[in-house]
């Protein structure tokens, strides 16, 4: 409907430029849904944007638009409003063409080549791997796949990629965690430190360690803290203290140092990928960090910011001068002690990606990342690289309440909830649905007690509930020995008001998903849904389906049939199942 409205308006705009009235067409006609009905079906506002051009009065130049496009089945009549914006409004036929388009599309309803199949990498998620997954980052993992389905569905080709962060000092810290819990497991009686890691699945690795190993790297508790200066809770310094603790560590263990961090590895990586998988979210690619020390890429990416005059040394250290690029202080790559940081590892990661080819590059983070921007924006444009094909999309954490009551939760002294007890206690179709809700940017709280409920105010259920009455009726049907004939319905038949109002939602998917992928805003969906199934359930309550006007009843089977499958094609884009009954 918005591509042959789009066409008439074109058509009307180039007999203007034969005539003489406009010089050329312009590179986008914006065409948008109205929000009141009053106003139409379609509004656009390309009568003020050629106005400004041509320095004509735009409401003169929409009229002269409107006179062009003559007689059309398409559109009943037109209006022209406030400034000089052109509303349409649609035929009862175009209302009704929309049925049939979906009936032929099927699956397929709802996908265009709007992205001409240009290349996206979408790295998400990319948590470190020190632990199980927890709900905060459920919804990165829920936005960031449903972004991606969004953008195939409208003719992009996207690749998902997940960044492992497995060096530098998390990783270490999760090692001497990992060795003390396995110490306390042969027998030594010792401090844990207050920056370590105490989730239980660090007894968990440690218990692994013990079993596949025994004792073989058991040490003296004496041993172990000799000359570690004091934690936290000692009257020390509890960051000198877990940093001392590494370097113990390390000369203790020799060859064992780098087995426990297998390990430990091992089993939160490979427990990140199930979770991962179970709720719907795949990866292309899992990038190691280490492959960019091992590859020497963090070293190549600072000799080439060294040669292009980007880097400095200070106190020891080298600096990046990202100041010249808008960022409020320049940056360490590499440390005083040859060590290189972790921004020299996203350098070389960035650099990396960009080599790939792709056409545009998607990072999606948490919002307290949101300092990193113009660092990382910074390095791509110092080594020549066009920054504006990166597009950093931020989330905020999500809040869980339970009865009411937030629940507290902190990842480094393991008092989380995760991401697959979420799962387990509401199930993935609420967790995906209630995670993309908002706007990423915005906080949320995700309600427990609102995810489990069946009723009408739990949205996803709400739209679940209106796909399975549509199934119900189906089977009602085959119960009263009526059958489905498609192609003998007329629609004309469909003159109710509840009947328009729902051919009228119907008419308003594509450009949902168009605006939904394009602005990277999937809540605009899971709104659509919600408003689909308040018309579905209206009509529902009205209408009879199965009647003894055989026509009537025909017609209204094949409005709500295309109604199924729109339903069935939005929740899968979201990651959400239509079940048949409830």
Request: proline share 2%; with cysteine; hydrophobic share 40%.
């Amino acid at each position: 409907m918005k591509e042959q409205l789009q066409d008439l308006i074109i058509k009307s705009l180039s007999d203007l430029i034969a005539k003489g009235l406009l010089s050329e067409l312009p590179s986008k006609i914006r065409l948008d849904h109205t929000k009141d009905k009053t106003h139409g079906d379609y509004a656009t506002n390309i009568a003020l944007v050629l106005a400004k051009k041509i320095k004509s009065d735009p409401k003169k130049l929409a009229q002269t638009i409107v006179d062009q496009l003559g007689e059309s089945a398409l559109v009943k009549k037109t209006e022209i409003a406030g400034p000089g914006f052109i509303n349409f409004f649609l035929s009862d036929e175009s209302s009704n063409a929309v049925i049939n388009d979906i009936i032929d599309s099927g699956d397929s309803y709802g996908m265009s080549t709007i992205g001409l199949g240009k290349s996206v990498l979408l790295e998400f998620v990319s948590a470190n791997p020190t632990g199980p997954l927890h709900v905060g980052h459920g919804r990165g993992a829920a936005y960031g796949a449903t972004v991606s389905n969004l953008l195939r569905t409208v003719g992009f080709k996207v690749d998902n990629e997940y960044y492992v962060n497995d060096a530098g000092r998390q990783m270490n810290i999760l090692i001497v965690s990992v060795y003390l819990r396995y110490l306390a497991l042969s027998g030594e009686k010792l401090r844990f430190p207050d920056n370590g890691y105490q989730g239980k699945y660090i007894i968990d690795i440690a218990e692994s360690v013990f079993e596949m190993h025994g004792d073989k790297w058991r040490k003296s508790s004496s041993l172990v803290y000799k000359d570690v200066c004091k934690d936290g809770q000692q009257g020390g310094d509890k960051e000198s203290h877990i940093d001392e603790l590494i370097v113990r560590t390390r000369q203790l263990l020799g060859e064992g140092y780098e087995a426990i961090f297998r390990v430990g590895i091992e089993s939160i990586l490979g427990g990140i990928k199930s979770d991962l998988a179970e709720f719907g979210v795949n990866f292309e690619k899992w990038f190691l960090e280490q492959s960019l020390i091992d590859d020497g890429l963090a070293k190549i990416s600072v000799d080439k910011l060294k040669k292009s005059g980007h880097i400095y040394p200070k106190d020891g250290a080298l600096w990046f001068n990202t100041t010249e690029y808008g960022d409020v202080k320049d940056r360490v790559v590499v440390r005083d002690n040859g060590i290189h940081t972790y921004f020299a590892s996203d350098i070389a990661y960035h650099l990396e990606k960009f080599e790939r080819g792709y056409d545009k590059i998607i990072n999606i983070w948490g919002a307290d990342h949101h300092g990193y921007i113009v660092r990382v924006k910074a390095s791509i444009a110092a080594l020549n690289h066009d920054p504006n094909k990166l597009e950093i999309l931020l989330v905020q954490f999500a809040n869980l309440y339970r009865g009411g009551k937030k629940l507290q939760m902190s990842t480094r002294s393991g008092s989380f909830v995760t991401l697959k007890e979420l799962r387990n206690e509401v199930g993935n179709d609420a967790a995906r649905f209630f995670y993309i809700l908002r706007k990423s940017e915005q906080h949320m709280d995700f309600d427990l007690d609102l995810a489990k409920s069946k009723t009408n105010e739990n949205p996803v259920f709400y739209i679940q509930y209106a796909h399975a009455r549509i199934c119900s009726v189906f089977r009602q049907a085959v119960d009263k020995g009526i059958e489905f004939e498609s192609q003998t319905a007329d629609l004309s038949l469909l003159t109710e008001d509840s009947e328009r109002a729902l051919l009228k939602e119907l008419s308003r998917y594509k450009s949902v998903i168009e605006s939904s992928a394009l602005q990277y805003e999937p809540h605009q969906l899971a709104y659509y849904l919600r408003d689909l199934a308040t018309h579905f359930h209206s009509y529902y309550n009205i209408c009879p389906f199965l009647i003894d006007d055989k026509k009537l009843s025909q017609a209204r089977l094949l409005l709500i049939t295309a109604t199924k499958q729109v339903f069935v094609n939005g929740l899968s884009i979201l990651g959400v199942s239509a079940p048949e009954s409830m």
